[in-house]
């Protein structure tokens, strides 16, 4: 152990912290970026709001409030020249109404879908999908309004909750229902028709090249158009790979290149060797000795 006295290492570490680097730390406290807490906090107001609130009163004082914390949100993080925090907060709560209309449709997309399912109440506060599939709907606003930051936040907030990652640049049609959820990965380029099933497990990811940023903006994942299901652990890549309409993609799929409306994807099945123990071997039996 050094000699040395406890204030010299405190100047030392001191020293170094504060000196300029121009790394990418640097860099991201240049840009600013809002407490993650609060911003998780703000989410899940709008999303309690949207989902719930009726009573005139309760809103009254909850919408003006909701567009002002997301203005104290946005003070904290570099915006583009000309941006107007507060015309986009504006903004923001007059579409509050279409989400609530869109969110309504995918719970009833959930009930008709889920033979499990009890009661409309029953989806909305049980269904790890329902919350993730709200706070993307929200965020989804933020990124049309042009929001940098939070809208990622928000979604990241609810895969940590929920295992269902659903960045806020995907676009999603009505009726969309993710049964389970856990495992779902959907890339931010996604474009997802109306009344499109998908079950736990399931990516739609894209091809990536070693250095990201080379195609940063194009269209690297999947297109499923209408009525599509896709069922656990199938695996869909490719920003020129399209599911056609009508179509299903069975379980552990792997898919790389577009197929027509109305097609069934299933994969080959793999060869099992099932043994019997203490006497032969039968194709139709199970080996428990794992």
């Known amino acids: 152990m050094s000699s040395q006295p406890p204030y010299e290492a405190f100047e030392a570490a001191i020293a170094a912290l504060a000196a300029p680097t121009g790394d990418a730390l640097e860099k991201a406290d240049d840009e600013g970026y809002p407490n993650w807490e609060e911003a998780a906090g703000w989410t899940e107001r ?3 709001l949207v989902l719930h609130e009726r009573d005139p009163e309760v809103l009254a004082h909850a919408i003006p409030e909701l567009a002002r914390g997301l203005v104290a949100l946005l003070v904290r993080v570099r915006t583009p020249e000309g941006f107007d925090a507060a015309e ?3 903004e923001f709560v007059t579409r509050l109404p279409r ?3 869109a969110l309504a449709e995918d719970v009833e997309a959930a009930f008709e879908g889920d033979p499990a399912a009890k009661s409309f109440a029953e989806i909305i506060v049980a269904y790890p999908s329902i919350f993730a599939i709200s706070i993307y709907r929200l965020a989804h606003v933020l990124v049309e309004l042009g929001v940098p930051q ?3 936040i928000m979604s990241e907030h609810a895969h940590a909750r929920t295992g269902v990652d659903i960045p806020p640049g995907a676009t999603i049609g009505r009726r969309f229902f993710i049964d389970h959820g856990t495992g779902v990965v959907i890339g931010e380029s996604s474009e997802i028709g109306n009344d499109v099933r998908l079950y736990h497990g399931v990516t739609l990811g894209a091809f990536s090249p070693r250095r990201g940023q080379t195609i940063k903006g194009t ?3 999947p297109t499923l158009g209408d ?5 656990p652990g199938a695996t869909i890549l490719g920003g020129d790979t399209v599911i056609g309409s009508g179509s299903v993609v069975n379980g552990n799929a ?3 290149e577009s197929v027509p409306p109305g097609s069934r994807v299933v994969p080959e099945a793999p060869r099992h060797e099932v043994r019997q ?3 032969k071997r039968k194709a139709e039996q199970v080996d428990w000795d794992i």
Do not use: F, Q
Request: glycine fraction near 8%; aromatic fraction near 8%.
């Open 46 to 48: 709008a999303m309690r």
């Open 88 to 90: 986009v907060s504006r």
């Open 99 to 101: 989400v609530r209309a």
């Open 150 to 152: 939070i809208p990622r």
């Open 219 to 221: 269209k690297r994942h």
């Open 227 to 231: 009525d599509v299901t896709i069922y």
């Open 254 to 256: 792997y898919v790389t």
């Open 277 to 279: 123990r203490g006497g």
